[in-house]
């Protein structure tokens, strides 16, 4: 018994305290949320864009067809077809092994390869939320003599963020986590700083738990955060 | 001020409008009416493109109504919904003055007083800064006529604008609109309020297979209808 409990506290020790080894967890939960933070941002932005385009594209009246918009419309689809339709892992080694190969920046490049992942899921939460503004908001700004984009910005838009927040939230969360694959690629988060340490101590267990703990930790927190968030959106509904 | 020309729309193979003829001179109160289904809001629409019309013209002041210009016209044609559709993100001030100073037209100061006069004119000047949602039916369509008037319109379309109110809401909205067309504003309505049209429209005009059938002053209207399908439906509907 007392054999079990040393063994636990001296891989514990190794696993936390020799060396002051925390201090690379800390330092990977930093990367992880910067990680996080720059793809969001970016799948957030690319997610808007290629939103407004197939939502512009899909509001043109019928006979009244831009090629242009067609055409870009069209790359559009076939952005968020392929990234929906293959595993992240894939993705995150096609970006590391194939095309920036000779790359040395490899959170970088995990960062902004969950970035263009989440873009496509980002782009049709906010397509579905700027199709589900009742069209009558849409026809009262034009009846006005507004124009389609001034409609948009003004009228539209802000009615449909306060739809997708939510979802986006959620999105937040998930990538949170989801930055745990850049492991497999070299990016230095929390889990790839937790394996170097199971690498030195031929320990796994204490490591992984750990890691596992931070990240519902931090998730926990988020969640309670958006929660909190979402509370106040609806309470500004009522009044 | 609004000339109609062989306006044909059609949804797909389905034909609303064959050929709808009709002149609105300046102060007229025109009131359509017709079985549902017959292609009154859909001709409504078409006046301001809301619908594009499968063929034929509309003129507006004498300017061809068509996707170039269509923002100009639509400043100058104000209308209302049977849903309202004020901007529920938007205080009520802020929704009759998004459009005068996006346009340009107004800064917004001048919108902001011209918004609180209109108001006051509605006796609603104390709702300027709530949100449409704690708004009765009534009242919300009462400040989206006011929305339509701060553009300073020629012309207002009304698209069954009593339709989706509670009865005893149904009179103010009607008062205000008896009191815009005695004040001389050219108005085309859709409307199933035959005690409306019977005291203020100056025409009234009967829809049927997508064609004008009647066009007649009220009197005649109701008291002397020769077609065979206006008088069937009067029967139904009064």
């Known amino acids: 018994m007392q054999a079990f409990f040393s063994d636990f506290a001296s891989k514990f020790y190794a696993a936390f305290l020799f060396k002051d080894r925390w201090l690379q967890y800390i330092e990977g939960v930093g990367t992880t949320l910067l990680v996080t933070a720059a793809s969001l941002a970016m799948g957030i932005a690319l997610?808007?864009?290629?939103?407004?385009?197939?939502?512009?594209?899909?509001?043109?009246?019928?006979?009244?067809?831009?090629?242009?918009?067609?055409?870009?419309?069209?790359?559009?689809?076939?952005?968020?077809?392929?990234?929906r339709g293959t595993p992240?892992?894939?993705?995150?080694?096609?970006?590391?092994?194939?095309?920036?190969?000779?790359?040395?920046?490899?959170t970088m490049v995990g960062a902004l390869t969950l970035g263009i992942n989440s873009g496509a899921y980002v782009s049709e939460i906010i397509r579905g939320g700027l199709m589900a503004v009742d069209p009558g908001q849409m026809e009262a700004g034009r009846s006005l003599g507004l124009n389609y984009i001034t409609t948009m910005m003004e009228i539209v838009v802000p009615?449909?963020?306060?739809?997708?927040?939510?979802?986006?939230?959620?999105?937040?969360?998930?990538?949170?986590?989801?930055?745990?694959?850049?492991?497999?690629?070299?990016?230095?988060?929390?889990?790839?700083?937790?394996?170097?340490?199971?690498?030195?101590?031929?320990?796994?267990?204490?490591?992984?738990?750990?890691?596992?703990?931070?990240?519902?930790?931090?998730?926990?927190l988020f969640s309670a955060l958006l929660g909190k968030f979402e509370r106040r959106l609806r309470q500004s509904d009522r009044g | 001020m609004i000339e109609v020309k062989h306006l044909k729309k059609q949804f797909g193979g389905l034909t609303v409008l064959r050929d709808v003829n009709l002149t609105v001179n300046k102060g007229d109160?025109?009131?359509?009416?017709?079985?549902?289904?017959?292609?009154?809001?859909?001709?409504?629409?078409?006046l301001n493109r809301l619908e594009e019309p499968t063929s034929g013209e509309v003129l507006f002041m004498g300017q061809p109504v068509n996707d170039k210009d269509i923002d100009k016209v639509r400043a100058k044609m104000g209308m209302v919904f049977q849903h309202f559709n004020l901007f529920p993100?938007?205080?009520v001030k802020k929704n009759i003055t998004l459009a005068p100073v996006k346009l340009g037209l107004m800064k917004q100061e001048e919108a902001d007083a011209r918004a609180l006069e209109l108001l006051?004119?509605?006796?609603?000047?104390?709702?300027?800064?709530?949100?449409?949602?704690?708004?009765?039916?009534?009242?919300?369509?009462?400040?989206?006529?006011?929305?339509?008037?701060?553009?300073?319109?020629?012309?207002l379309l009304f698209d069954e604008p009593t339709s989706a109110l509670d009865p005893e809401m149904v009179g103010e909205v009607l008062e205000l609109m008896?009191?815009?067309a005695q004040s001389g504003m050219t108005m085309v309505c859709v409307t199933h309020e035959m005690g409306f049209a019977r005291e203020v429209a100056n025409r009234i005009i009967f829809i049927d297979e997508g064609e004008v059938k009647v066009d007649k002053p009220p009197k005649e209207f109701f008291e002397n209808p020769e077609n065979e399908r206006l008088r069937s439906f009067l029967s139904k509907v009064l």
């Open chain 1, 47 to 83: 997610g808007a864009l290629v939103a407004m385009i197939r939502v512009g594209h899909a509001q043109q009246r019928p006979g009244h067809h831009n090629p242009l918009l067609g055409l870009i419309n069209a790359v559009c689809k076939v952005y968020v077809t392929v990234i």
């Open chain 1, 88 to 106: 992240m892992m894939v993705q995150l080694l096609i970006m590391s092994m194939v095309i920036f190969k000779s790359s040395r920046n490899f």
């Open chain 1, 159 to 220: 009615q449909a963020i306060k739809s997708v927040l939510p979802a986006l939230g959620n999105e937040f969360i998930i990538l949170l986590k989801d930055t745990s694959l850049i492991t497999v690629i070299g990016g230095k988060e929390l889990l790839y700083a937790a394996q170097g340490i199971m690498n030195r101590t031929y320990e796994a267990m204490f490591p992984l738990l750990g890691t596992a703990a931070i990240y519902l930790v931090l998730v926990m």
């Open chain 2, 29 to 46: 109160v025109v009131v359509l009416v017709g079985p549902s289904g017959c292609g009154k809001s859909t001709f409504l629409r078409c």
């Open chain 2, 89 to 91: 993100h938007l205080t």
């Open chain 2, 120 to 155: 006051g004119r509605i006796g609603l000047a104390d709702k300027a800064d709530t949100y449409p949602n704690m708004l009765s039916g009534g009242q919300k369509q009462r400040i989206a006529i006011v929305r339509a008037l701060a553009m300073n319109p020629e012309a």
């Open chain 2, 178 to 180: 008896k009191e815009l």
